[in-house]
Protein backbone atom coordinates (compact mmCIF):
# COMPACT_ATOMS: atom_id res chain seq x y z
CA UNK A 1 0.00 0.00 0.00
CA UNK A 2 0.99 3.58 -0.37
CA UNK A 3 1.44 5.78 2.09
CA UNK A 4 0.46 8.88 0.42
CA UNK A 5 -0.37 11.99 2.55
CA UNK A 6 -1.21 15.47 1.18
CA UNK A 7 -2.15 18.57 3.34
CA UNK A 8 -4.77 19.53 1.20
CA UNK A 9 -6.68 16.49 1.42
CA UNK A 10 -9.89 16.06 3.53
CA UNK A 11 -10.26 12.47 4.31
CA UNK A 12 -13.41 11.05 5.39
CA UNK A 13 -12.77 8.91 8.75
CA UNK A 14 -15.87 6.73 9.77
CA UNK A 15 -16.90 6.70 13.64
CA UNK A 16 -16.39 2.88 13.60
CA UNK A 17 -13.26 3.14 13.11
CA UNK A 18 -12.29 4.11 16.01
CA UNK A 19 -13.26 0.84 17.59
CA UNK A 20 -10.60 -1.37 15.40
CA UNK A 21 -7.69 0.19 16.77
CA UNK A 22 -6.90 1.44 20.30
CA UNK A 23 -6.92 4.97 21.24
CA UNK A 24 -4.94 7.08 18.89
CA UNK A 25 -4.97 10.73 18.48
CA UNK A 26 -6.65 12.45 15.12
CA UNK A 27 -3.50 12.90 13.28
CA UNK A 28 -3.33 9.14 13.30
CA UNK A 29 -6.63 9.08 11.86
CA UNK A 30 -6.26 11.51 9.26
CA UNK A 31 -3.70 9.90 7.85
CA UNK A 32 -5.75 6.33 7.48
CA UNK A 33 -7.87 8.44 6.02
CA UNK A 34 -5.63 9.86 3.54
CA UNK A 35 -4.12 5.63 2.90
CA UNK A 36 -7.94 4.26 2.52
CA UNK A 37 -8.69 6.97 0.04
CA UNK A 38 -5.48 7.52 -2.01
CA UNK A 39 -5.69 3.07 -2.28
CA UNK A 40 -9.01 3.17 -2.39
CA UNK A 41 -10.12 0.88 0.36
CA UNK A 42 -13.99 0.58 0.76
CA UNK A 43 -15.39 1.96 3.64
CA UNK A 44 -16.70 -1.11 5.03
CA UNK A 45 -13.40 -3.52 4.84
CA UNK A 46 -12.54 -3.77 8.24
CA UNK A 47 -9.59 -5.95 7.87
CA UNK A 48 -7.43 -3.93 5.45
CA UNK A 49 -8.61 -0.54 7.52
CA UNK A 50 -6.84 -2.80 10.25
CA UNK A 51 -4.02 -3.09 8.27
CA UNK A 52 -3.92 0.32 7.27
CA UNK A 53 -3.66 1.21 11.04
CA UNK A 54 -1.11 -0.90 11.72
CA UNK A 55 1.35 0.52 8.33
CA UNK A 56 1.06 3.78 10.12
CA UNK A 57 1.80 2.49 13.70
CA UNK A 58 5.08 0.85 12.08
CA UNK A 59 5.77 3.95 10.43
CA UNK A 60 5.27 6.64 13.22
CA UNK A 61 5.88 5.51 16.49
CA UNK A 62 5.18 8.34 18.49
CA UNK A 63 1.28 7.74 17.90
CA UNK A 64 1.00 5.26 20.46
CA UNK A 65 1.92 7.40 23.51
CA UNK A 66 -1.50 7.35 25.75
CA UNK A 67 -3.33 10.94 25.93
CA UNK A 68 -2.84 12.05 29.46
CA UNK A 69 -5.66 13.28 31.34
CA UNK A 70 -6.44 16.79 32.12
CA UNK A 71 -5.87 17.54 35.49
CA UNK A 72 -7.25 20.52 36.61
CA UNK A 73 -5.01 22.86 39.58
CA UNK A 74 -7.89 23.80 41.35
CA UNK A 75 -11.24 22.44 43.24
CA UNK A 76 -14.69 23.96 43.90
CA UNK A 77 -13.20 25.06 47.26
CA UNK A 78 -11.70 27.75 45.61
CA UNK A 79 -14.21 29.35 43.99
CA UNK A 80 -15.65 31.96 46.30
CA UNK A 81 -18.98 32.24 47.51
CA UNK A 82 -21.46 35.04 47.15
Known sequence: MKLKFDQRMSPTVKATWYKLYPWRP?????RVGCVVRTNKVRHKDYDKIT??????DEHYPHYKKERKPH???HSIRDVSRY
Not at 51 to 56: A, G, K, M, Q, S
Request: contains cysteine; charged residues 15%.
Open 71 to 73: VAN
Open 26 to 30: RLFWW
Open 51 to 56: TVCRLI
